[in-house]
Nanobody, 130 residues
Framework: EVRLVETGGGLVQAGGSLRLSCVISGLPFAKYDIGWFRQAPGKDREAVSYISIGDGMRSEYKYYSNSVRGRFTVASDTDKNTMYLQLSSLQPEETAVYYC???????????????????WGQGKQVTVST
């Protein structure tokens, strides 16, 4: 059974930081690409970041949406089968439910297309107060 279990999130003041974790089980970790998305109330799901960690035959790639580049950082710990998203300089408009998702087919050129991801975490609420 494939499982993506997220932890982290919570309440933070504007300008603050949080870290989200996504523990992945039931799939070959190095062969899947991981995307991070967020969805605010009443809005569409938005792609935030992507990581393809590579498996010795391919290089690691990381992408960020324009709105978070320079403030969010994606990372992986292959020993723990865990992906991380560090969120910094958060603003109230970034209040949303944040999701990790896994795909073996999405590819770098389509990383922000949510429907191409096969497996999703349960989502974690991030609330940024003024």
């Amino acid at each position: 059974e494939v499982r993506l279990v997220e932890t982290g999130g919570g309440l933070v003041q504007a300008g603050g930081s949080l870290r989200l974790s996504c523990v992945i089980s039931g799939l070959p970790f190095a062969k899947y690409d991981i995307g991070w998305f967020r969805q605010a109330p009443g809005k569409d799901r938005e792609a935030v970041s992507y990581i393809s960690i590579g498996d010795g035959m391919r290089s690691e790639y990381k992408y960020y949406s324009n709105s978070v580049r320079g403030r969010f950082t994606v990372a992986s710990d292959t020993d723990k089968n865990t992906m991380y998203l560090q969120l910094s300089s958060l603003q109230p408009e970034e209040t949303a439910v944040y999701y990790c998702a896994a795909s073996c087919t999405v590819g770098r050129s389509s990383w922000c297309v949510s429907k191409l991801y096969d497996h999703w975490g349960q989502g974690k609420q991030v609330t940024v107060s003024t």
